[in-house]
């Protein structure tokens, strides 16, 4: 290498690509330039190629977390860049630096690599849009994708080497291989002997227990927790990087894993995981299964790319782009995948789409940096996918986060979902893709138009009813739960007696207020069977009914919310019981007052004072002493009572637990053990979780039904042609509507609201 000046360097320029030719450019990875301390690292040196993607050229692609600390405005390390003996600078962030230099030093790819960073000039807008859409080729034709996760640890060493391990005695290939199709049933044998099996699945079951006894209990947890909190894992953009290429290669510091074999890893620790929980019978500490649990949910990302790359690769089943935007945009209770740029929450979903998705085809690719344009991207995506869905309004949740600072000159239409917000799954929805409800009619019959100008939603609905009273209680989940998340059995009570006032409420509304005697009234049961509905908008009452009959299932679900409700009811007395002992409420709650707090007739007290002084005295020490003994009582009473109640609350923090609790326990608390220990309760308690937050409302005409916390009095009920559930809207008259959110609204969620006599079609302007 020639000298030269390192600090004087020229900026490197970046030649302009041919767009025709899909033209695009590769890092071809050079010796460092020594480093003048001896063990640094040197200064990376590299080239810049240009080639087309046509001309199928042989190179790897990287896969790298950017990670740039948030003080940085701009890349800070400088690297050379070499041109036919001329050297310029380039400046990338420190975390592709370093990668790239392990990659030299180890040795791992002697091919040229695509590097984003540094392929795609960085600080132009619309080559950077041109190059998203090649995006699709380039990951897809490369030789193999090197996924980089960082500088090793001990922790992450000994995972790795303890993968090599297991991958290498070949019975999780064989199970994930030529034998996958039969592994669940070998899974299930291997949790339960009893399970039968045929001589296959005998020797797959036997070699994966004699695994786990080998290998189980060495498993390294901290290990893989710190696989698995590394950056990579939560980037938008490493879903295509790492599921369109035909190889994966996994390296952290010196050491790698093809993708075949952190598969292996991650089955592995499911099955040790699940045999470890299965064979819990003595109480556990909440710190062990917190640790696990965290570790499950750690995995989402790794299944995210497992799953992408088995539709791609094996089922060659691509999904459109209105399924993937919601994949990877709506992280429910999860955490939220990240992006750099709100517009890649979109643009970085595109090169997995199906190759006919006409969706995907129309989605203008252009990067413009500017809050308004973000503004318009998601606007005009949002009325692309309105075309396959009229439910994508279900995502416009609020409160949203692009275009909602104060000194934002434009915002983003209520209508529109902010994909980088933190979103969930529509309540009216028992998973992502499967509505239950289908209020609006067939999904085809959607009808809407948008003025890409004022970005209004012109959409035909029916006008169901205003809003004439919103409840107080919402439920809510437990704010210190043992392991994972809880209802606030507390709240589910409070919530429960508010839906059988709103009950009684309606009832006398359609009755014209007329008393309980009044011919005509709804019968009891057929208020229980509301109220059951109302609980939790409807969704474990048509749970249960498609599951038992329409007989058995409201009968199971009214065991269960008797269930919660009684627990919810023994905690709300245990809290008054507690309130009660407070030494302020002592005397209120005892209801006696002490006889030294009673004067006598001024006159006798002044006579007894005066004629019998010794008396007096006497009466007074007697007053002092009862005084000082109560005031001992009460402090002791209530000190007993705040003892036991931090006790409590401290051992349920903190005192093991025992993953299958002891019938006789609940059953003496007045708790039917079947009833809650089943699946049914799990079942039950999320539908009540997916409503956290959710207010009751009674119509003008009696409608009773749940919805977004925002809405007040004065607001209206619609449903739009080919919607599954209700919508809240907020305003209407002269003007335009503001969206508030879905609604579950008891008595028209098959369809009744488009029924003659029941509202009023028309055309709703959404703003």
């Known amino acids: 290498m020639s000298p030269f000046n390192f600090t004087s360097l020229p900026a490197f320029q970046y030649p302009a690509l041919d767009p025709s030719k899909k033209a695009f450019r590769l890092v071809r990875l050079l010796p460092p330039r020594p480093a003048l301390l001896p063990g640094a690292y040197g200064t990376l040196r590299i080239e810049i190629i240009e080639v087309s993607v046509d001309a199928s050229p042989c190179y790897d692609a990287l896969s790298y977390p950017w990670s740039v600390p948030a003080h940085l405005t701009s890349p800070d390390r400088q690297i050379i860049v070499e041109t036919e003996g001329d050297f310029s600078g380039l400046y990338v962030y420190r975390p592709l630096e370093l990668?790239?230099?392990?990659?030299?030093?180890?040795?791992?790819?002697?091919?040229?690599?695509?590097?984003?960073?540094?392929?795609?000039?960085?600080?132009?807008?619309?080559?950077?849009?041109?190059?998203?859409?090649?995006?699709?080729?380039?990951?897809?034709?490369?030789?193999?994708?090197?996924?980089?996760?960082?500088?090793?640890?001990?922790?992450?060493?000994?995972?790795?080497?303890?993968?090599?391990?297991?991958?290498?005695?070949?019975?999780?290939?064989?199970?994930?291989?030529?034998?996958?199709?039969?592994?669940?049933?070998?899974?299930?044998?291997?949790?339960?002997?009893?399970?039968?099996?045929?001589?296959?699945?005998?020797?797959?079951?036997?070699?994966?227990?004699?695994?786990?006894?080998?290998?189980?209990?060495?498993?390294?947890?901290?290990?893989?927790?710190?696989?698995?909190?590394?950056?990579?894992?939560?980037?938008?953009?490493?879903?295509?990087?790492?599921?369109?290429?035909?190889?994966?290669?996994?390296?952290?510091?010196?050491?790698?894993?093809?993708?075949?074999?952190?598969?292996?890893?991650?089955?592995?620790?499911?099955?040790y995981n699940t045999k470890w929980v299965c064979g819990r019978s003595e109480a556990t500490s909440q710190r062990e299964l917190r640790r696990r649990n965290a570790i499950f949910r750690k995995t989402a990302g790794l299944v995210r790319i497992f799953q992408e790359r088995k539709a791609i690769h094996q089922l060659g089943a691509r999904q459109g782009l209105y399924d993937l935007v919601l994949k990877y945009n709506v992280n429910d209770d999860q955490a939220k995948i990240g992006a750099s740029l709100a517009e890649d929450r979109v643009f970085g979903l595109l090169g997995l789409a199906a190759d006919d998705d006409k969706l995907r085809q129309r989605v203008r690719v252009r990067y413009l940096g500017t809050e308004g344009e973000v503004i318009q991207v998601y606007t005009e995506v949002a009325a692309l996918l309105l075309e396959q869905s009229i439910d994508t309004l279900l995502f416009a949740q609020f409160p949203k986060r692009t275009g909602n600072l104060p000194a934002n000159t434009q915002t983003l239409p209520s209508w529109v979902p902010d994909w980088a917000m933190d979103l969930t799954v529509p309540v009216g929805y028992s998973a992502l893709k499967e509505p239950i409800f289908a209020a609006g009619g067939p999904k085809d019959g959607a009808r809407f138009r948008l003025d890409e100008v004022s970005r209004r939603l012109t959409i035909r609905g029916v006008l169901v009813d205003r809003i004439a009273r919103v409840g107080e209680r919402a439920h809510r989940a437990e704010l210190r739960p043992q392991i994972v998340e809880q209802i606030d059995h507390r709240w589910a009570r409070m919530f429960f007696d508010e839906v059988s006032e709103f009950v009684r409420d309606a009832a006398a509304a359609r009755n014209g207020g007329g008393g309980a005697g009044d011919p005509g009234e709804e019968t009891q049961a057929a208020r229980s069977l509301l109220s059951l509905r109302l609980c939790d908008s409807g969704l474990s009452y048509r749970h249960f009914s498609d599951k038992l009959g329409v007989s058995a299932g409201p009968e199971r679900l009214a065991a269960l919310h008797g269930a919660i409700s009684h627990l919810g009811q023994r905690l709300l007395n245990s809290d008054r019981t507690a309130a009660a002992y407070h030494i302020t409420r002592v005397y209120r709650t005892v209801g006696i007052t002490p006889w030294y707090w009673v004067p006598g007739p001024e006159m006798d007290n002044l006579r007894i004072c005066a004629l019998d002084p010794v008396a007096a005295g006497t009466v007074a020490c007697a007053a002092v002493v009862d005084f000082i003994a109560d005031m001992l009582g009460l402090c002791l009473a209530s000190a007993r009572m705040s003892w036991a109640t931090h006790y409590l609350a401290l051992r349920r923090r903190f005192s093991k637990i025992t993953l299958k609790p002891e019938p006789e326990r609940l059953a003496s608390i007045g708790i039917d053990p079947q009833v809650v220990l089943g699946a049914d309760m799990s079942a039950f308690t999320s539908n009540l979780l997916k409503n956290t937050g959710r207010r009751l409302y009674r119509t003008e005409t009696g409608y009773l039904g749940l919805g977004p916390a925002r809405m007040m009095p004065g607001d209206s009920v619609a449903v739009f042609h080919g919607g599954t559930v209700p919508h809240v809207l907020r305003g209407g008259g002269d003007g335009p509507w503001e969206y508030l959110g879905e609604a579950y609204c008891d008595g028209i969620m098959g369809g009744e609201a488009l029924e003659a006599g029941v509202g009023v079609e028309m055309s709703f302007i959404l703003a």
């Open 99 to 271: 990668a790239l230099l392990h990659l030299v030093a180890n040795g791992t790819t002697q091919r040229p690599l695509f590097v984003d960073q540094i392929s795609i000039n960085q600080g132009n807008d619309p080559e950077k849009s041109q190059q998203v859409q090649l995006m699709r080729d380039v990951y897809a034709k490369c030789a193999r994708t090197v996924v980089w996760l960082g500088p090793a640890t001990r922790a992450s060493a000994q995972y790795f080497d303890y993968v090599r391990e297991i991958s290498s005695q070949g019975v999780l290939s064989r199970v994930m291989g030529p034998r996958l199709t039969r592994f669940m049933h070998v899974f299930d044998a291997a949790m339960d002997p009893s399970v039968e099996v045929d001589e296959e699945e005998r020797e797959d079951r036997d070699d994966l227990l004699d695994m786990l006894r080998r290998f189980g209990d060495r498993f390294p947890l901290d290990g893989y927790a710190d696989v698995l909190d590394r950056r990579w894992f939560n980037r938008l953009w490493i879903i295509q990087e790492a599921c369109l290429a035909p190889v994966v290669l996994f390296v952290c510091g010196s050491q790698s894993l093809c993708f075949d074999c952190f598969r292996a890893g991650a089955l592995f620790y499911s099955i």
